[in-house]
């Protein structure tokens, strides 16, 4: 499905769906920019949650808001002439995902406000200058991912005890994947055990690169997500599931495209609440006095399905602690 049709899709749906009674009356019309390093594809509870958000708020499509959207599927490289596509349509906001979509978006704009969906470090990537105040034309949501790191390697240990060695897939092209797989390294030393990088930067290399995991003897795969490796997800768990090999990733989606376990951000939480932003910006907030927000809910998921499959006890103590247990 390409941009034109999924944009068809939404505003169908935005059409369709009801609103609330305190709906805004027709007047300024806000053209909202989105821009993502992945794909667009609908229906998705994601972009579910962003525009029921927004019903909520009073925003009806095609009376006083429309959407521009522009989708790298995956393919970074398209986000700077994407950005600046925007830039042009003179969009009101920006709502950009990941990392690497605001910051070309920043690089595009000093003006327009942009909101982050789910970035991994805006302070440490130079997009805000600190949580508390932005100072610029960026804020949004952190998803928090490489301080989860470690509590993510020691709930895979917990259904694998014996674990000595972890592959770990990554995308390095993207800063905030290198800064998790450091997280990683560091806690995985101080759980005894040892890593074996499987680096990725395009769609192309996954194919070659996962094998490596299995010739390099992993006891498990160690997902760090970032918007290509979650569009890849399907073919990750798949190759998982062939060589059985567990594999954990931070978003849920990961464990109900058949990964074992995810731990992390509820990716859907960080996007209604982003619409929240989008809303105090286009009522006259400035992204400058707006404090950078951290994830309020986790999720912990695991697939029990799979784990069946490949032969592994999960702890009851651990069953017990999960948000959601796939059957």
């Known amino acids: 499905m390409d941009r034109r049709t999924f944009l068809g899709v939404f505003a169908g749906g935005l059409l369709a769906a009801p609103f609330p009674a305190e709906a805004q009356q027709p007047g ?29 708020l009073g925003y009806i499509e095609g ?16 986000l700077p002439d994407f950005a600046a596509e925007l830039v042009r349509l003179k969009v009101d906001v920006i709502v950009a995902g990941g990392t690497l979509g605001p910051l070309a978006a920043k690089h595009a ?16 990537t130079g997009l805000v200058a600190s949580l508390a105040k932005p100072g610029g034309n960026v804020t949004g949501l952190s998803n928090h991912s490489a301080e989860l790191t470690g509590k993510r390697l020691q709930l895979t240990k917990e259904v694998l005890p014996g674990l000595s060695r972890v592959a770990v897939l990554w995308n390095a092209a993207n800063p905030i994947a290198e800064l998790v797989f450091k997280e990683t390294e560091a806690a995985a030393r101080t759980l005894g055990v040892q890593v074996q990088s499987l680096e990725v ?46 594999a954990t990733a931070f978003y849920k989606q990961f464990a109900e495209a058949g990964g074992l376990m995810t731990f992390g951000a509820s990716l859907a939480d960080l996007y209604r609440r982003a619409a929240i932003f989008v809303d105090k910006i286009l009522k006259g907030a400035k992204p400058a006095d707006l404090p950078v927000e951290q994830p309020t809910k986790y999720e912990l998921v695991i697939n029990l399905k799979t784990a069946k499959a490949l032969g592994l006890t999960v702890p009851p103590s651990l069953l017990q602690r999960a948000d959601q247990v796939i059957e």
């Open 109 to 124: 704009t000093g003006t327009i406000p942009i909101v982050l969906a789910a970035a991994g470090d805006p302070v440490g």
């Open 63 to 78: 009376q006083n808001i429309v959407f521009d959207y522009r989708a790298a599927e995956g393919r970074a490289e398209r």
């Open 201 to 246: 930067r395009s769609s192309d290399d996954f194919e070659n690169v996962l094998p490596a995991a299995v010739n390099g003897r992993a006891g498990a795969l160690f997902v760090v997500d970032d918007p290509l490796v979650f569009r890849n997800r399907m073919r990750i768990a798949d190759f998982a599931a062939r060589n059985r090999l567990p």
């Open 28 to 56: 300024k019309v806000y053209r909202i920019g989105v821009l993502e390093q992945g794909g667009l594809p609908g229906p998705n509870p994601v972009y579910e949650a962003f525009r029921q958000q927004l019903y909520q």
